[in-house]
């Protein structure tokens, strides 16, 4: 495409896995009684100014940093690389693209050490490092665990203009597509990316961006994800369910998305697929199948397409926000002029009043 | 009340608990795929008139009748009695009524005795029986269950104008009322009635009746349920997903409703609470309480409110539907001028756009 | 039988179901840590002498009191009454038969108003009362809830020496048998008894008695089952776990067998099925059926069949113990001379080393 | 040490995971029966000799092959390689051990293409390969699935007479530890090793070998093993059931052992964790910890520890076993002079009777 980003002449970081989120929040004592009394992420360590969280199975310092901020958004997208030495190949990679780059050999977070911090080419703060302070694995700890426990960070999602674009971008330093949205014109919706072998470390959904679309965490099993929701409901905090639980088609995990007391939108989400082999079959899904984003052709709730988290750029300041040019995903399937079909395209139009939402009914009033 | 029912002198029938529905559909294989195949409900016996269904747990004949007939309906609501003497209580209890009764010795359907059939004071089709043929009970058969496995019938779920009018009869039939949904004015909008120690045999949900609103089937776990909505994608059947799957406020209990092929509404339904006592706590909930229906918040879709199955006279033709005068369930909290809150009053109309629901965020259009 | 006691001419009380167990304690500290900090149950009220415990759906006052003495023991099998007027039919149904019996308007225990205790022809302790305080039921209170939540009491297990003259006796006292277990020759090793509609309120199992075998409380799920071992694993107290988990033949249930600080035995339980009607299907299971104790032929360990807790006269004095005449279960399917078959008579003593459990292999060494 | 494996100069192929076993079975319906009926594997494709069966997720023709045979025994260990050239690779590299290696570039079995198959220095039937035919993965076919439905091949599981010359050897192969068992004088009893970020791929069981002693298959959830148990129970097939189901104390898993027509032990397994990053923390257990194996203490029956399954050669013939000299985990443990702590070393010995096992007791008749 004309717009194209270059590949880097410059190999790019050997990154392992979705490791963080940096994330601004505008109370952190309204953030913390959040993630730690309600979705009970164990605090690592705290001070006034940040928290920082982890999930039961991790031996890293945290997955989750609390920072208190003026602007609720995201200051990190951040990756751990295989190799100290693979943080001279991010600086080369994005030194190469034209991105401001930032390294600190002190990490911009406690527990971390020598991070590489970006502004990448699609306006999102990128983060890099090898060096960690390890701390106990909760796996084994039974005694501190929740109905709802959260076991893993599982991936980013961010949302984006022009998703083909941030694909290939995404591709060149090292990511993997294993499942996209596509429409018969080859209009790309979203699209899912790995490093770690499952479904994705991160997603590119279309919008306008750069923003934060979520962050996901993994249970082990879908009881977990409902006792959340149970739980929501006794502390009569229900507003905070956004969407589901339900099941994905993309991807094929139990899924469950929340809103946390600034608007960040936090996925629960678990049992996706072993994506690790080179040849890993990828998955392209009609973005009039109502079943895509729901396997059980629940409606998409509006906000869930509209809103989305500001990003920072490296002194802290909310990026612009582009508009998206090419078809919105809720127009094409639950505007006016928008379709969705559950068995085949010949049904389209089909679908009984519970499945088409509620956009779709305030456009056909 | 000035239209109350009065109690008959005659005592009512020993009440066990709801024991089958007789289900009139238009296209017996049809309806076959989707209790057997689908649902996986096991065949007891059949032939070309009528398929006999039952739940994994179940010793007696059937627990559902497929009956082919022209017009989908409910032919009756079955319930066992504790003796065989019970049947002379009934005739005699309805007599009193005033209503049209019909004594069967052999029975209204195979597997089946000595029946008593009525049209009860509200135009709802009501069986009792005792005699029944005794069937394996196929608790310990793992080797023929499924993922959703549907181990019990649990309740009915009638549709009637007047509410209290109902229970009153109910209770007069021997019901003892769990749980029911108030305004402050004192308004009744569903009530929970039962026999067997759950939340419920039948409700009374208030809406234009006499109409069958759901006939529901108990799971041992959650998972079950979810099961049953990852087979219906699987299928690319998910239009039969109307509602959920949630956790209701009223009877704590975990829900799915589908509709079948005929749109008759079935629920699948587990783990609500112990209420034998007979000082059993009743709960009150307020119709304005956002948690009530959903104890997560999400919204019920209009059609569950405003769809039901005809019922039956003992001819077989559909009962005349009334028009409920009370004010509608759905018209208080999602209509133009209702609210729902989910803390507490004062919060009201606080709700974000995704707890609204489509008939909200049509009004509001 | 010749021993066979009679049946009294004064009508028994009507019995609701299992309420509460009066447990002796000799160490209240370390059982308030194993019940409530590990097992999780609600304190409703505690003192210096006695801590009164809850399970989640529970409205009265409590299900389970832990009181201080000198030997561990049972001090009351507590059944809740219908009517205050059975505890009239209590006294007059255990006096007719010559039994010690004490009433107490103000009750024997916090929370709990006018009851009856007696010594039972047995020589159990058995209490019924119908006053109660009604206190919090937590069933929406999932914000309390732990992985392994107890939601019910669901049963008692008495161990004595003469199965059949028990039953027969709990028989006149209303319950029904839902299942037992006898052998060729017509011993019955144990019996399962119900008042509500579960398989049991109580069951009588054979040995050396009377004494009490254990006291059982039900989950929803089996996932909570599986949390507390999990739990228990990451306190490094595993040695609570004395048998299980498992799938028991008798009764369907998922079952996990613990043992108190005092060695009292608590057992995990969920998901029996319904006996409710008047004509419940009575299971007999072989003996020698290897599927009957562990429907996965898992070796019951011989601590399960000869261990039990002392029950205390209304003095309380434990009362001597009685030896079992009969055969022994344990004798007859993994002694010197007896056997078990997991497929049928045929194919007896064939089973793998892994089934045969350790007292088979000691003696066959 | 002395008898230490050289490390050869050329370099390891890149193996992605373990990918089937070849295994030799005497009764080919026999073990189709318990492997598709029973379990529920999924048939590619089958002929008169063989079956080819793959798990739900699997995108690559099968993770199984039961290969008609006249002495139950493993023919090949299969692991998928990164790019077709790992192959010379992997010829190179056990050509210069002096293993016997054999190159079939049109496979070993039906559906895999080019192939290397190899004595390895422990006397292990090894194979690589790339080239496979992709056939659909399941995981959208709900329609398909079971209650206990196993969703992937997780490892296999090797006994060796000598744990640390196997493991520096897989390590030369690129495999990484993740536990271990040793004791205080630091024998290691067995080892866990993965190429995958799983806890293994595979692992090396010290006893007399070359011996294969499980291939592991994992579910979603815990509820699917117990399924597997139900089913087995109402097939009255509960023999097959060999050790738990519990919960490993190593890698953090939920388990159950079976054992197949011909006594192979196949293990269902779920919810280890991510041990992907480079640093992942090492977990070595006391081989005394009571925990180490089963984290609920539960005691491992003694085939578990003694049987195991015969290996072939590149000919088909049986390699023959060497006996292990260094200490036996079963004697150390519950032999005569072996002991186990549940808490610390310093109430070793205080075990209960039912957390001892058969074993021990039958040492201390
Ligand atoms: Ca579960
Ligand atoms: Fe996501
Ligand atoms: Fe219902
Ligand atoms: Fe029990
Ligand atoms: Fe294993």
């Not at 990679?93 to 990490?107: A, I, N, S």
């Not at 090898?130 to 701390?135: K, P, S, W």
């Not at 973005?287 to 869930?304: A, E, K, M, T, Y």
Request: aromatic letters at 10%; proline letters at 6%.
């Amino acid at each position: 495409a004309a717009n194209a980003l270059p590949t880097p002449t410059n190999p790019a970081p050997d990154i392992l896995r979705c490791a963080y989120m940096d994330l601004v929040v505008t109370d952190l004592a309204a953030s913390r009684e959040f993630y730690v009394d309600v979705l009970g992420l164990h605090v690592t360590e705290e001070d006034d100014e940040a928290i920082y969280l982890r999930s039961t199975e991790e031996f890293i310092h945290h997955n989750l940093v609390l920072r208190k901020g003026p602007v609720a958004a995201v200051a990190a997208f951040s990756y751990r690389v295989r190799t100290p030495g693979d943080l001279d190949k991010a600086v080369a990679f994005y030194t190469e693209l034209g991105c401001r780059v930032e390294r600190r050999p002190e990490g911009f977070t406690k527990g971390i050490g020598d991070s590489v911090r970006v502004e990448d080419p699609l306006g999102f703060p990128y983060e890099f490092f090898y060096q960690t302070e390890h701390v106990e694995r909760l796996s084994w700890r039974y005694d501190l665990q929740t109905p709802g426990e959260l076991v893993r960070l599982d991936h980013f999602n961010q949302v984006t203009p022009d998703v083909p674009r941030a694909v290939r971008h995404y591709q060149d330093l090292g990511f993997r597509v294993t499942e996209d949205i596509q429409d018969e014109d080859g209009v790309v919706y979203a699209a899912w990316m790995r490093r770690k072998p499952t479904v994705h470390d991160t997603a590119a959904t279309g919008g306008d961006g750069p923003r934060m679309h979520h962050v996901a965490f993994a249970t082990h099993e879908k009881h977990n994800i409902l006792a959340i929701c149970d739980k929501l409901g006794a502390l009569r905090r229900s507003d905070a369910i956004e969407r589901g639980p339900g099941r994905h088609g993309v991807s094929n995990a139990f899924y469950l998305y929340l809103r946390d007391p600034d608007g960040h939108r936090v996925e629960i989400y678990t049992q996706d697929y072993y994506t690790g082999d080179p040849d890993n079959p990828v998955i392209t899904w009609d973005v009039h199948d109502n079943q895509r984003r729901d396997w059980w052709g629940n409606p998409v709730v509006p906000s869930w397409y509209t809103e989305a988290s500001l990003v920072l750029d490296l002194d802290g300041k909310p990026q612009p926000v582009v508009a998206r040019t090419d078809a919105s995903e809720m127009a094409v399937t639950i505007g006016a002029d928008g379709f969705s079909y559950t068995k085949d395209e010949t049904d389209a139009s089909s679908l009984p009043s519970w499945k088409m939402g509620e956009y779709k009914l305030g456009h056909q009033l």
